[in-house]
């Protein structure tokens, strides 16, 4: 550290401590260019999920003691949830319109909503996408469910003239 | 020497003063910049970055990556790491349900060192654009269970 010399008031010196920067500001200056290349800014999350089955199988493999899973298809003008004793209920969509954007969002949302809260074990949620779904309405899906309560979500294949 | 002394001597020689950098700001910056970047390093997991051109939905699930195969979808490729397998296009015109030039390419699930016997390296991440369709999606998945790769999970933006 090197010092500096000042004269104040009647001949008296004031050293004022002077600090050697430059090896810090090379060590900072080497370390912040790694840190930005290989720093990753988006933050990615994973959602687990198992490969698309029946979703007739799935019902058919639930062990007795569990609730009745719950089927929800993703068809591009309704959506339709299926839970056993709730019975079938169909939800009208907005054509054309993603379905963050579709006023059905907020009443499947509420249906499942209702369907967890009467059941005191969570059902596994079955999604059953059409060929043209989007990836994207697929994961707002598995989000609504999350949300009403129900974080088993798993994408399922419809049995021919099912949901 | 002190800069007081070498300042006078400048002056008598008719040379300009030297001018000292504060560096002092500059530091400030530094560290908040350095502390910043620490920071998200510490919050665990795999770091994992989307591939160029692929638009990731947005979700609410708060699940960290872990170190798994990544295949991606965007618009145009079916990619597998970074190497381009198959166009979208031909497989979404195919009839089959799977994509044999991806079954081809998949390396086979290995064990995991340090697991238990039997436990296989057969985590997969698909990295989907956002507008990409199921039927896609589907074969996609149905390749990967086909070549070992059971545990799939979907890579999506994480909601603020």
């Known amino acids: ?22 090896p810090m500001l090379n060590v900072f200056i080497s370390i912040i260019p790694m840190l930005l ?15 698309p ?19 929800i298809g993703l068809h591009a003008d309704r959506v339709v949830v299926e839970s056993g004793p709730f019975g079938r209920r169909e939800i009208p969509r907005r054509p054309g319109t993603a379905l963050k954007d579709d006023p059905a969002r907020g009443q499947v949302e509420a249906l499942l909503r209702a369907i967890a809260g009467r059941q005191e074990k969570k059902p596994e949620v079955q999604i059953v996408p059409e060929g043209h779904s989007h990836y994207e309405e697929i994961v707002e899906l598995m989000d609504l ?7 088993n979500a798993a994408l399922a294949d419809a049995a021919p003239g099912a949901v | 020497m002190s800069r007081s002394v070498s300042r006078r001597h400048r002056r008598r020689a008719g040379l300009k003063p ?22 998200s390093y510490s919050a665990g997991g795999e770091v994992m970055v989307p591939q160029p051109g692929v638009q990731l939905p947005e979700s609410t699930a708060d699940l960290l990556p872990q170190k798994s195969l990544i295949v ?10 970074s190497e381009k397998i198959a ?10 349900v799977d994509i044999p030039a991806l079954a081809q390419r998949l390396p086979v699930p290995t064990p995991v060192p ?31 269970s086909q070549g070992g790769y059971q545990n799939v999970s979907l890579a999506v933006l994480r909601k603020a």
Request: aromatic letters at 2%; a negative charge; proline letters at 6%.
């Open chain 2, 18 to 39: 030297s001018t000292s950098v504060n560096l002092i700001s500059m530091m400030d910056i530094l560290t908040v910049l350095l502390l910043f970047l620490l920071k």
């Open chain 2, 72 to 81: 991606s979808i965007d618009g145009d490729a079916i990619k597998l790491g």
């Open chain 1, 37 to 51: 290349l290989s720093a990753a800014f988006v933050q990615l999350s994973v959602i687990d999920t198992g490969l």
């Open chain 1, 1 to 22: 550290m090197a010092g500096r010399h000042e004269k104040r008031g009647r001949g008296h010196k004031v050293e004022t401590p002077d600090l050697e920067l430059m």
């Open chain 2, 114 to 144: 340090g697991a238990p016997a039997g436990t296989l390296s057969n985590a997969v991440t698909i990295q989907g654009d956002r507008d990409i369709e199921y039927s896609l999606l589907r074969k996609v998945m149905y390749t990967l």
């Open chain 1, 145 to 151: 469910a999350r949300a009403a309560g129900l974080p």
């Open chain 2, 87 to 96: 166009s979208v296009a031909e497989v979404a015109s195919s009839p089959d």
């Open chain 1, 53 to 71: 089955a029946p979703a007739a199988a799935a019902v058919a493999d639930a062990k007795p003691d569990a609730a009745p899973p719950v089927t």
